[in-house]
């Protein structure tokens, strides 16, 4: 039974155009969502992070939208680059950290230019 | 400073033998969690240490497999004997604290079971 869900397998996107990679989750006892991003052979990167208490958090070209009541939560990147290309993996957990990482499948983003 | 390294990168053993993965955290990580990707899958939790001792060992999916840290430094993670089922990638993340943004990934290791 998935408690993080990435739909979208995968997402090619335009060079300059904004990327969506969209995450829902099911468990209402996660307070605490962050993505990862993963290239081949390497682990995955912590990139943003939001707590439940907002609804937006934004770290330069990265913005990440949280949407209690639907349980969802999308990352958005703008301008898309080709070094964005990436297998982008959501998470979630409690803010404590005192539960484990619960991830979703990811999403591989390619960006063409 | 180094990040958390994992040997060896790749592993492909035949079924019922057994594999010992190896995890240096980076130094002064209290915290060592072992995770586990299966092609096409999510990335799974399979245990917790803190320093030493195992703070949660939920996620490990039968007595086949046994974690070790001992001395609170690098960790191992033993499949024995090892089933088909067991091939993905294995990852070692380590963090100072147990805010969970503050884990450090591994490169993994890539198991394959034949």
């Known amino acids: 039974d998935q408690q993080v869900k990435q739909n979208s397998p995968s997402l090619s996107v335009q060079e300059g155009r904004i990327s969506i990679l969209n995450c829902d989750y099911t468990n209402s006892m996660f307070d605490y969502f962050l993505w990862y991003k993963k290239y081949p052979a390497e682990g995955p990167t912590f990139l943003i992070s939001i707590s439940s208490i907002k609804d937006k958090n934004e770290d330069g070209r990265f913005t990440v939208f949280l949407n209690k009541s639907a349980k969802h939560l999308s990352l958005h990147i703008v301008p898309s680059q080709p070094g964005d290309s990436a297998v982008y993996f959501c998470a979630a957990s409690d803010y404590s950290g005192n539960t484990p990482l619960v991830f979703g499948k990811g999403t591989r983003l390619s960006v063409i230019a | 400073e180094a990040g958390v390294t994992q040997f060896p990168s790749h592993s492909v053993i035949e079924k019922g033998q057994t594999v010992t993965l190896r995890c240096d955290p980076i130094?002064?990580?209290?915290?060592l969690y072992w995770y586990r990707r299966v092609m096409g899958k999510e990335i799974k939790f399979l245990l917790h240490?803190?320093?030493?001792?195992?703070?949660?060992e939920s996620g490990m999916p039968n007595n086949r497999f046994l974690a070790e840290r001992t001395g609170g430094t690098y960790s191992t993670l033993k499949v024995q004997p090892a089933e088909l089922e067991d091939s993905g990638v294995y990852f070692c993340?380590?963090?100072?604290?147990?805010?969970?943004?503050?884990?450090?990934f591994g490169p993994g290791t890539r198991l394959t079971v034949l």
């Open positions: 240490f803190v320093k030493e001792s195992k703070q949660d």
């Open positions: 993340a380590s963090s100072p604290g147990l805010a969970t943004d503050t884990q450090y």
């Open positions: 130094s002064g990580h209290d915290n």
